[in-house]
């Protein structure tokens, strides 16, 4: 595991002849190798790398604010238990911005609760109209119909196109 070791090329994650990629992304391409990943896209690996860099300083300055808590020292003093604490609490805070059942955070709602909601909320029929407010008619065939926003903002408009969301990425310093 040699920082100088050459790096995944765009279509493999094998170690290969290339740019030189810092010891991490050696590390997590070898990684992908152990569980039989021997191609991937050229982004995957930096992508990967700056996942676990954002999780890792998360967790330690939630466990630097953890040590500080209890007295010691943020940057020198951090226990096993501060890096424990801070793990627990950054998954409660994912689980629990997922969403909750009835207001309260980390609790899903069960089964028949969302049924029920459901079925209460099928119950109700859909507003139709004749009539829209700039005095045209939305009936097809002698029957009322569903209204629909303008064709540009309706999905279904012939102008509709998918946006693509990339979002950029920080470059990892080598």
């Not at 940057?75 to 994912?94: C, K, M, N, V």
């Amino acid at each position: 595991m040699n920082p100088n070791q050459p790096a995944p090329s765009s279509q493999s994650a094998a170690p290969s002849t290339g740019p030189i990629l810092p010891k991490d992304a050696v590390v997590l391409s070898m990684m992908m190798q152990t569980l039989s990943i021997h191609e991937c896209e050229p982004q995957v690996i930096p992508l990967l790398l700056e996942y676990s860099y954002r999780h890792i300083t998360d967790t330690l300055i939630a466990a630097s604010s953890f040590a500080e808590h209890c007295g010691r020292s943020p940057l020198t003093e951090i226990s096993l238990h501060d890096i424990r604490y801070a793990i627990q609490s950054l998954a409660s805070r994912i689980s629990s911005s997922s969403g909750g059942a009835c207001g309260v955070p980390g609790i899903r709602p069960s089964r028949e609760l969302l049924l029920e909601l459901a079925t209460r909320k099928n119950a109700e029929p859909f507003p139709m109209s004749t009539q829209l407010s700039d005095g045209s008619s939305n009936s097809i065939a002698g029957r009322t119909a569903l209204r629909l926003p303008p064709d540009e903002l309706c999905l279904l408009g012939q102008q509709s196109h998918p946006m693509s969301v990339n979002p950029p990425l920080h470059h990892i310093n080598k």
